[in-house]
């Protein structure tokens, strides 16, 4: 079984960064995207970013400029790292790890049908 386990949040001032990491363990595999996604009290779950199989990357407009996502393949590791935070941005993060592969369009990767294995989640809270 494939499980992802998250860490990295936590409680900052509005300007300061925070990096979230989501490592998967159980197996390892040659393609796959991990994404970012959070939810925020009474909102939906939004996608914020995605590192995808073919090597791209793909955010959120409202992310783009202040947030990189990055892998580690042999740490089985990736990372979110959040700069300029917003309060805005304060919303429980999720990554997520899809092996889907038939598809090259980076923007394809917002859907969270493409996602079979989630994190727990990491509580990120901006302050103003």
């Known amino acids: 079984q494939v499980q992802l386990v998250q860490s990295g949040g936590g409680l900052v001032q509005a300007g300061g960064s925070l990096r979230l990491s989501c490592t998967a363990s159980?197996?390892?595999?040659?393609?796959?995207?991990m994404a970012w996604f959070r939810q925020a009290p009474g909102k939906q779950r939004e996608f914020v970013a995605a590192?995808?199989?073919?090597?791209?990357?793909h955010y959120a407009d409202n992310v783009k400029g202040r947030f990189t996502v990055a892998r580690d393949n042999a740490r089985n590791t990736g990372h979110l790292q959040m700069n300029t935070l917003k309060p805005e941005d304060t919303a429980l993060y999720y990554c997520?790890?899809?092996?889907?592969?038939?598809?090259?369009?980076?923007?394809?990767?917002?859907?969270?049908?493409?996602?079979?294995?989630w994190g727990q989640g990491t509580q990120v809270t901006v302050s103003s």
């Open positions: 159980g197996r390892t595999f040659s393609y796959y995207s």
């Open positions: 997520a790890l899809s092996v889907v592969t038939n598809y090259t369009r980076p923007s394809y990767a917002s859907r969270t049908g493409l996602y079979a294995y």
């Open positions: 590192s995808i199989w073919t090597g791209d990357t």
